[in-house]
């Protein structure tokens, strides 16, 4: 049965996204002037209204541990990238807001991320894979929430 299942098609189509993803991610993260974690933080907060999250939402949305997302926070409000505000909606909460400076690191991060998505992902497909690879993506992340 082993041998079988070694040789499953959904292991290699699973095995093949992973490599892929290994292969691809250090590719698209090169040259941000950031750390990776950070970017994705900047990201987030850059593409959403208002660019500010509750730090729990945010930290869901990059996933971080609470903990871990804090001393992240921490980091990145130290150099000025975010800074924390109260959640005027919620007492006992603290929104992470993209200051200026962060707005400029994700400036200078995207000019590359999106050079190199260019030349690694979707410069590789038509454009219907790409289509078909979104909806493929979107289908996968939302029937796994």
């Known amino acids: ?9 959904d292991v290699t189509l699973y095995g093949l996204f992973v490599e892929a ?4 991610k250090p590719l698209v993260h090169r040259d941000l002037g ?8 900047l990201l987030r907060l850059g593409r959403t209204p208002g660019h500010q999250m509750r730090m729990t939402d945010l930290a869901d949305a990059v996933s971080f ?5 804090t001393r992240l ?13 109260p959640d005027p909606h919620d007492r006992r909460a603290a929104l992470a807001v993209l200051t200026p400076k962060g707005g400029a ?3 200078h ?25 979104e909806r493929i993506l979107r289908t996968l992340r939302d029937g796994n929430r």
């Open 21 to 24: 993803f290994s292969r691809l």
């Open 105 to 107: 690191a994700l400036d």
């Open 65 to 69: 541990s609470s903990g871990g997302f």
């Open 109 to 133: 991060a995207l000019a590359a991320h999106v050079a190199h998505l260019r030349s690694h992902v979707t410069g590789l497909l038509p454009p219907e894979d790409r289509a078909h690879l």
């Open 1 to 9: 049965m082993r041998r079988r299942l070694l040789h499953d098609d």
């Open 73 to 85: 926070a921490d980091r990145m409000a130290k150099e000025g990238l975010i800074r924390r505000e």
């Open 34 to 41: 950031v750390p990776d974690t950070w970017f994705e933080v």
